[in-house]
């Protein structure tokens, strides 16, 4: 399936701050915990201290998550293993996507999994669950609410609110049967389920349970409990602002970009239809944005005690929780993912929470055997498309033709020549030494006008090779984008049903590469 690996760097489509962590930068060794290799797996085991209180709360959870459904075996296996002190986890999260949104979803779990079968290998001692930590308190509707297959656009339209994991489905359910080729279990999934997480419970054990991945919705009162202490403390010091706000600066005055904001309070509030930020006036009391719900603080405390499911991390005290109530050792993300966790190092020693292990998830495109047959007649290997489209259609244009396009020759030769005519010009009057400066500029100006116009004309004759590298960048980028970022797994799955396996087999985690694949043709 493998074709080749691209290094990131070569792709132009990662951050610096990205390609530095997975490169070692010392830059910015102090924002993460341990670099993303097999061998330190061994020191993140010893630090993480999950205690059997927290491990039997987290099983008592699940054991009720899983309650209206019937886990494949290999998930009773990993659901089982997790009351042991010596199995830990392997997490990724994601939205809520429909019909699992665009593919590089399907590669997260993937990566989840493969990583737990080289770990079990390297410390045959301990157990490695993969988990996937399902989004479902997140409120981004317009987010997940599509999904994109033979190049069209299929929309779940829909005027509920609040978090996305509680939308009742009945429209997914007619749009599941409308479109043409949709598999059985996820007509099934949108069927059964009578919410949007229920029904990605469903589908994602469908395609992933017989490699032992297990489903944690965070939306959980008993989980929530073991966080309150951090709520509280966010709700009333507002320590985590403070924290990630100085981490947030150090990576700022290193030159790099940042990717989240803190605030002063970084909870949500949650109830059936709202998931709304909670704020304190100077007064000292508490409001729910965009809703008539206020309390003092000691109301809001008492709130936090009886009903902890009432308060929703957002996107900066997520991993926090996630941490808390899981035994973790490493998140898999995509590279923005990875990069905002390290504005969370201090917050994450102030609360005395091992930062897990950052691991870049696997990056790939899929090439159907048509394409990958374009590609060999166009003579450009696989790195070479990741260049701009106009630096392609030019390298086309010159490797196919006989003709003397490029005036590079006569523009040596007219750099010599003012050369010459300078020194002259100075010889008589240093004051005309700027004017022929310029008037060499004007003069190179034109022959790159006259060179762009040769090559145009070229490309004209070679209408046919840059339409067959034409046709295959809109498969590697389909509308500009990543073809990860954008198609959906069944375009390729429903032609090859062993993908999931294929992918799980080929992809490496511990090996920052870009993969290309083909389609199992």
Known sequence: MKLATIELSETNRFSDLFLDYINGSEKIREFYNRYPNISFFKKQIEEKKFSAENRKILCSVLADQYKNSTPKEAVNTSLQKLASEKTFTITTGHQLNIFTGPLYFIYKIASVIKTCQLLKAEYPEYDFVPVYWMASEDHDYDEIKYFWLNNKKHVWETTQAGAVGEFEIVELKKLSDSVPGIPKFFKEAYSKGKTLAEAVRLYVHELFGDEGLVVVDGNSSQLKSLFSNVAKDDLINHTVGKLVAETSAKIDELGYKTQIYARDINLFYLDKGVRERIEKDDQGNYHVLNTELS???????????????????????????????????????????????????????????????????????????????????????????????????????????????????????????????????????????????????????????????????????????????????????????????????????????????????????????????????
């Open 295 to 521: 309390f003092s603080k000691g109301e809001i405390l008492k709130v936090l005690d009886k009903a902890p499911e009432k308060f929703s991390p957002n996107v900066v005290l997520r991993p926090l929780y996630q941490e808390v109530v899981l035994p973790n050792l490493a998140y898999i993300g995509g590279p923005a993912e990875v990069v905002y966790w390290f504005q969370l190092k201090d917050m994450f020693e102030h609360y005395r929470v091992p930062l897990p292990i950052l691991m870049p998830r696997n990056f790939a495109a899929i090439l159907p055997k048509h394409i990958n047959d374009k590609i060999a007649k166009t003579g450009l290997n696989y790195s070479e498309l990741f260049k701009p489209k106009h630096e392609l259609h030019k390298q086309i244009t010159l490797s196919n033709t006989s003709e003397k396009v490029l005036l590079n020759g006569q523009k040596d030769e007219l750099i010599s020549l003012f050369n010459k005519i300078k020194q002259q010009a100075a010889s008589i009057d240093q004051t005309l030494v700027d004017h022929v400066d310029a008037q060499s500029t004007i003069t190179k100006a034109k022959l790159d006008t006259i060179e762009k116009k040769f090559i145009r004309a070229e490309k004209r004759k070679q209408a046919e090779k840059i339409g067959q590298v034409d046709s295959v960048l809109e498969v590697l980028f389909p509308n500009g984008s990543l073809q990860e970022r954008r198609d959906n797994f069944l375009n390729f799955y429903l032609l090859n049903p062993q993908l999931i396996k294929q992918l799980i087999s080929e992809f490496d985690p511990f090996e920052f590469k870009f993969y290309i694949l083909s389609n199992g043709e």
